[in-house]
Structure formats: structure tokens, C-alpha cells
DNA sequence: GTCTATAGTAAGATAGAC
DNA sequence: GTCTATCTTACTATAGAC
């Protein structure tokens, strides 16, 4: 896989900041040329429509889920943990491209809304297979997705690499993640799993 | 507060719709007008441009929001409970009106993501009024945000009244909220709260 | 590989008849 | 209060020069 162009990279970039920053809607061919710093003509040669430029960032977030999930896999604090933890982040490669396609999934692009069914199907599993409990799985994965709803609002006050809102009090939130993972444990060991 | 013409009713439930299932490109003028059965022309009588239509939205979703909180506020099974219950409900009137919003607010139209701000917070102070924590009324609000997440979700499935994952699954996380709440309750009792 | 120029289409909004 | 006709603008996409 050899490294592809860098403009390119540029004009996906641009689309991405566009699509998250200003929604969908203002993500015109023009718009992205004009931030990736290529005219509209160049922009189409590296993506003959803007449906191809769609497809390009599911793409890219198949990619970025992978790398994800391997480093859930092997996080020494437990999926569960990562999992919840890193929901918070915002601006990381995989936050980027987990926006934009949501929001390319509330418009109906074909495949979307299954690449994002796909990335929380593998999470599930992993968190599944910790916790030994499939209600304390949705639970945390709710809680999650919880915090992930409240980072890609707009105007969630997010200045920096976390949700402002959830700066501070996603400590607070782990202790109960423990807190549920310890019942389940509780649970499987009395044999009621 | 005299009873608003139909047409301009049937107007602002075509365009929710349209939005709700199609995406906030799709919702055209022309395209709104047309499954509220009026011209071009029709619409913009009622409302004088796009912007008056989600102003329009906006406005009805403060009105279902109240009558949403007071309905929290009277439920026998407390306000951790019906929240996270109602998450799950699609098709509802303050459903209907929140996804729609949070399009808008995707697409940066002025004073969306401060109404959705603006119920979200007197969700959770009524919530934090019950369980006498912070942290567990961030969680269970999380939990919430997750399930709705869920149902919000193109492509999640929901085929009736219920996104279709959770069918069946609610239960178990409602118990769980019970047990962070009671969580919570021994530790206020204990004095730690 | 990137540009300019332009064709073709669709959207938001106005004017005036009924 | 609702319609048709029309204006204007903006967007997607193509063609061909450099």
C-alpha cells in the first residue's frame, strides 16, 4: 500500500474539518477545494464526484476502526475502560472520521449507516467477551455512546482534545463502569450470568 | 393561543418528516410542499423563507419538551427511569421534534444546539433532584444519550415504536440504572456523597 | 496533475393571477 | 390562502488548455 498523493490527503482533510465544523451541507466541491488550496477541476481529478469523496472517508474509517480495535484489544485498563475513556476524545483520526460519517449516515449515503453499525458491532464484542454479561455490555457501551452523543454536538463547548462538558467528571464515570463491571463478575461468579 | 391553520401544520410535519427519514438536504422546499400537499408558493405564505421553517420546529419542540417535563416530574417511577425508558421510544411528538433539531443543529442553524442544550439541562437537574449525586445523574443521563443515540440512528432498525436493538434489552439496563441509583443512595446515606 | 471556463441542473425566493 | 410563472443564485460535473 504504497502512500497516496498528498493532495489527495489535503482534500479529504479539508472535507472532513468542512462536514464536521460546518455540517454536510456546506461541504460544496468548491468549499473543499478552496480549503485544500486546489481548484474545483483539481479536486476532481483525485475524486471524480462528491459521492467518491464520501466513499473515501468510509474508507478511511475502516481503517482507523482497526487500529482502534487493536489497541482497545490491548489496553491493559480493559476494553471496557478504553472503551468509555476514549469516547471523550474528540479530534482524534477515528473521532474524525466517526463524525463525518454519522453525518453522512443522516443523509443517506449508501453504506454508511453500516460502516458505523460494523465499528460498534466490534466494540460490543470485545467489551462482551471482558464483562462475561450481554446487559452490563450494552449498559457500558450505552454510556459510551453517551458520551460520544454529547462530544460530536455542536456546541458541546469542546476547545480542546475533550468535551468541555466532560472534563472533570469522566473520572467520576469510570468508578461506576467498575462499579457495573464488578456486579457482573459478582453476577457470573454466582452463577446467574 | 387560538388553534393554528392546518396547512401550516401539515407543512411543518411534512418538512419533520422528510428530515427525520430523508436528511436535512432532501428537505426542499419543493420537496416539503409537496408531501404537505401545497405549491411552492403555499409554503412560503406560511413560512417566509427555509430559516422560518426550523424556527418554526425550534419553537415546537420548547412547547414538547415542557409538556415532556412535566410528565417526568409526575411519574410514579421516578425521573431516572421515565428518562431512560422514553429514550428508546421513536414516533413520539418531543422525538419527532429533538432528531429533527439535532439535524439543524449538524448544520449549524442558529439556536438549535442551544434549545437541545436548553431540555437537555432541565432533564438532568430534574434527575440529579432524585438520585442526590452528580456523577450518577451524569451517568444515567449518559445512558440515556446512548439509547437515544441508538434510536437517532438511520438504519438502526426500528420498524415500530422502539428502535429495534433494544427491544427486549431495556429491562436489564433499567435495572441497572435501579442499581447505580441505589448506588447512589447508600453512598449520600453514608455521608460520602 | 492542476487549472479556467462553462454547461446543466436544482434550489431559494419573488410577483402577481385567482 | 393558494396557485403558476419566473428570477437569481449556487452547486455538480465536464471539456479542454497548460
Redesign the pocket.
Known amino acids: 500500500m504504497a502512500r497516496p498523493?498528498a493532495?489527495r490527503e489535503k482534500i479529504l482533510a479539508a472535507y472532513c474539518e468542512i462536514v464536521s465544523s460546518e455540517g454536510e451541507r456546506a461541504a460544496?466541491?468548491?468549499a473543499t477545494a478552496a480549503r485544500a488550496g486546489?481548484?474545483?477541476?483539481?479536486l476532481?481529478?483525485?475524486f471524480?464526484?462528491?459521492?467518491a469523496l464520501a466513499d473515501g472517508v468510509l474508507e478511511r474509517l475502516g481503517q482507523a476502526a482497526e487500529a482502534d480495535l487493536a489497541r482497545m484489544r490491548a489496553s491493559p485498563e480493559g476494553p471496557s475502560r478504553y472503551f468509555v475513556r476514549t469516547s471523550v476524545e474528540t479530534g482524534t483520526e477515528l473521532d474524525t472520521f466517526f463524525v463525518v460519517v454519522m453525518r453522512l449516515a443522516a443523509g443517506q449515503h449508501p453504506g454508511a449507516a453500516e460502516a458505523l453499525a460494523a465499528v460498534h458491532g466490534s466494540w460490543w464484542q470485545l467489551i462482551r467477551e471482558e464483562v462475561g454479561d450481554d446487559a452490563v455490555a450494552d449498559t457500558i457501551m450505552l454510556i459510551g455512546d453517551g458520551i460520544y452523543h454529547h462530544a460530536a454536538m455542536p456546541g458541546s463547548g469542546s476547545t480542546g482534545s475533550t468535551a468541555g462538558y466532560f472534563r472533570g467528571r469522566l473520572d467520576a464515570v469510570l468508578e461506576q463502569v467498575d462499579e457495573l463491571r464488578a456486579l457482573a463478575r459478582a453476577r457470573t461468579a454466582s452463577g446467574a450470568g
Chains 1, 2 share one sequence.
Do not use: F, M
Open positions: 498523493p493532495a460544496t466541491l468548491e486546489v481548484s474545483k477541476g483539481g476532481l481529478y483525485h471524480k464526484s462528491k459521492d
